[in-house]
């Protein structure tokens, strides 16, 4: 039995006395520079999605614990791909992107989802390219330490990944792969792919002076996950 510990980063203000004072700004694991950095956000006035959107985007810019961001949990073909989604309380619109390619600021472009389309998810090359029309560039989600857990993996006879019922065995060689036949099925066998850093992202939440509500995530996903996985 695998127990997850879930640790938390909190800012609220100075001298609070309780845990209600408002504002809260809360995220998953210890990512404190992505809460600092929402925290200083609403100091200069910003909106609680304003907060959600800088706050994540800065840990899509650190690549917080290889679970956020580009270069990190390289899909089996070996690219990195992006999914995030950001929600306004007020409004309570929701705005995501998922399979997002060769943009780096997925939350950045989920907010875009809100502002400008009646839609809440963009997947895959579409969502890229909605993304170069809001004015985001097309940048390389690739670095050395990607391919090197790649290339790893690949040495490895691509272990573990997500396939069943193929030929030749998933669980001791690299594909292609056809579909078996005979389907057969059986509890889920993943338990080797589960890990403090191959689990979890950042998850955050912003709580006005006033009760009003932001929330977003933003990951990269599961590493050697299937490509288009969302």
């Known amino acids: 039995v695998m127990v997850a510990l879930l640790w938390l980063a909190v800012l609220t203000p100075a001298g ?23 925290w200083r956000v609403l100091e ?62 997925a939350i950045g472009v989920a907010r875009k989802v809100i502002e400008y389309t009646k839609h809440t998810l963009l997947v895959g090359e ?49 594909g292609p792969y056809k579909r078996r036949e005979e389907v057969t099925y059986q509890g889920e066998q993943t338990s080797s792919q589960r890990s403090v850093h191959n689990h979890d992202t950042i998850g955050m939440v912003v709580i006005g002076v006033s009760g009003t509500v932001a929330s977003g995530t933003s990951t990269n996903g599961a590493i050697h996950k299937l490509p288009g996985l969302v």
Not at 137 to 153: A, G, I, N, R
């Open 44 to 105: 200069v006035g910003g909106s609680e999605l304003d907060a959600v959107e800088r706050g994540c985007g800065q840990c899509e810019i650190d690549q917080c614990d290889g679970s956020v961001g580009y270069g990190g949990s390289p899909d089996e073909s070996g690219e990195t791909t992006l999914d995030a989604m950001i929600m306004d309380g007020n409004t309570m619109e929701v705005g995501a992107v998922a399979d997002l390619r060769r943009v780096k600021n």
């Open 16 to 38: 609070a006395a309780s845990a209600a004072a408002l504002p809260v700004v809360i995220n998953t694991w210890a990512f404190r520079t992505a809460a600092e950095t929402a």
């Open 126 to 174: 579409s969502a890229s390219l909605f993304a170069v029309r809001m004015g985001f560039p097309y940048e390389d989600l690739t670095t050395q330490k990607s391919l090197s857990m790649y290339s790893e993996w690949l040495n490895q006879s691509c272990q573990p990944n997500y396939w069943k019922n193929v030929v030749p065995d998933s669980s001791k060689s690299c």
